[in-house]
């Protein structure tokens, strides 16, 4: 099945429904919607010589161009390669490079910097921005008839860091979209034709995944005119798109709960925002629920198993009566329908409740495998499960609380932040012996970057401003630290491995020898 009939059968069916939003304003029907998405699709193919499997990147903020590029990737049966919009530009080339992306869709804020790969990336052919003149072409051409793609064919590369800090594909097919998709009317929201959906977040993570149950049932895909969370324009949005709901990082959803305007607003539009991607304190998820009522359900998922592991449903959140609804609020909630999740030992042995130990996950919705890297899909999927690095524990009644992520990977203002990329950045400095980079809580962004250097012996000490810069001619500004902390030595165990837990704790007794931060 290709994911893109879903735009077809709409368009056939409900061709002057509204399709895709820009703010308040319409931007396509389904009938128009269509009839773009078949003739992008017809363009890739026929004028730019794709075939079917070949990669299409975009790289863009969100914008409606956007999902008009998705779905038409997926007609044409090529497979897509959505990119942060806010990586430095060689987390991006790197990105090309590795999927092989012969094509890439951008917008004006970003084709200078990606049209400066053309020359440098091999398989890249040529850059399309939209909207502009080209794009016009592409959505003036033939329309193509709908490629057939069986279940198995990839249809999404979700680029995601592991531990060696190095982006790896994520292979999701459009059976891994389609039972993720089912896996939202079963476990989060039944959609329906009347309701909406904003795009808040990122389209190229969550927001784009969860996106897709919504086109599947004909809803509305708003994207919101202003840059961020803006309680003004989401107070209006919710005026006009009825049935609404978003996908947002705990961060967004505790600034949309302290905005004056969302407060004064009427929410009875206001169907779910689900969350998701970092941990979410239990005070500030007790301040959204008096905000927003009982409209609130959480997420654990991976890009490998695209946001779906495990949720906490709105039904769970409004269940205060629970004895122990403070700890499930602390927890990610009961395993998903569409997969069987297990708590195992080193040695893959089940857990018994309460025991703590790597989360590991199967069902047809799992990727299938990391884009040509054979081993690390190897070892990721040994045994038939999903080996997730992240550890936790099941209650007596199937709900499980996450402890510890064993990838350390810091989750900032919802974007993933590895370790160790930061620190081969910092070494990149004469200045810097050795680096080491851990989380500490932060009321704002969830977790901040805190960075531990040692200062190189007969090198003059590098300023904070020095490494500032180091870290933004190299990586998004965004995974830039916080903090520096310049000392002597990092603590190593016997084998002279770094010992990072002395680090946070080092965080922890000045945090509370501070008192509450909030």
């Known amino acids: 099945m290709n994911l893109a009939v879903w735009v077809e059968r709409h368009g056939q069916r409900r061709p002057r429904d509204p399709a895709l939003a820009d703010g308040e304003h319409v931007h396509a029907d389904w009938g128009t919607f269509a009839a773009r998405t078949a003739a992008v699709a017809g363009s890739l193919c026929e004028q730019l010589g794709l075939s079917p499997g070949d990669r299409v990147a975009i790289v863009m903020h969100n914008r409606p161009e956007y999902l008009e590029a998705l779905y038409a990737i997926w007609h044409a049966g090529l497979v897509a390669v959505p990119v942060n919009a806010r990586l430095h530009r060689d987390e991006v080339a790197y990105i090309l490079e590795d999927s092989g992306s012969a094509v ?11 049209g400066s790969l053309v020359d440098s990336v091999a398989s890249l052919r040529t850059v399309v921005v939209a909207p502009g003149e080209r794009w016009d072409r592409l959505t003036g051409w033939s329309p193509m008839r709908l490629v057939d793609r069986r279940p198995d064919d990839p249809a999404w590369l979700f680029y995601t860091s592991g531990t060696t800090g190095r982006p790896k594909g994520a292979t999701l097919t459009h059976r891994n979209l389609l039972l993720m998709s089912l896996s939202y009317f079963a476990d989060i929201d039944p959609v329906h034709s009347q309701d909406s959906v904003l ?21 509305v895909s708003v994207v919101p005119q202003a840059a961020g969370v803006d309680g003004d324009e989401i107070s209006a949005l919710l005026r006009r798109w009825p049935g609404m709901s978003f996908f947002a990082a705990p961060t967004m959803v505790k600034r949309l709960a ?80 569409d997969v069987e999740v297990r708590v195992v030992d080193d040695d893959d042995r089940d857990l018994p409740t309460g025991e703590a130990g790597e989360v590991v996950v199967r069902g047809d919705v799992v ?12 070892e990721s999927l040994r045994g038939g499960w999903l080996h997730t690095g992240d550890i936790g524990s099941f209650d007596a009644e199937g709900y499980l609380t996450l402890l510890d992520r064993s990838k350390d990977v810091i989750i900032s203002g919802g974007m993933n932040v590895y370790p160790r990329e930061v620190e081969e950045v910092l070494l990149r400095h004469p200045g810097v012996r050795d680096a080491a980079v851990v989380a500490r809580p932060d009321p704002q962004w969830g977790e901040a970057v805190v960075a531990f250097v040692v200062p190189a012996e007969g090198e003059t000490s590098p300023t904070v401003e020095q490494l500032d810069q180091t870290c933004l001619d190299h990586i998004a500004r965004f995974k830039r630290p916080k903090d520096y902390r310049f000392i002597d030595a990092l603590p190593t165990n016997n084998y002279g491995k770094v010992v990072k837990r002395e680090l946070r704790e080092t965080l922890r007794t000045e945090a509370d020898a501070d008192g509450p931060n909030d």
Not at 316 to 336: I, K, L, S
């Open 367 to 378: 990727m299938s495998g990391y884009w040509n890297q054979p081993e690390e899909t190897a």
């Open 104 to 114: 890439v869709v951008t917008d004006a804020d970003h084709a200078d910097v990606v």
């Open 258 to 337: 302290g905005d004056p305007a969302v407060a004064a607003a009427d929410l009875s539009d206001l169907k779910t925002i689900i969350y998701g991607g970092a941990p979410m304190y239990l005070a500030d998820l007790e301040e959204a629920l008096a905000v927003f009522g009982p409209r609130l359900a959480q997420i654990y998922g991976q890009g490998e198993s695209p946001m779906t592991i495990t949720a906490l449903s709105k039904a769970d959140h409004a269940d205060r009566e629970h004895p122990r609804w403070r700890e499930r609020m602390q927890g990610v909630g009961e395993p998903r329908t």
């Open 199 to 219: 795009h808040t977040a990122p389209l190229s993570h969550g927001a784009g995944l969860y996106g897709l149950p919504h086109v599947a049932r004909g809803a």
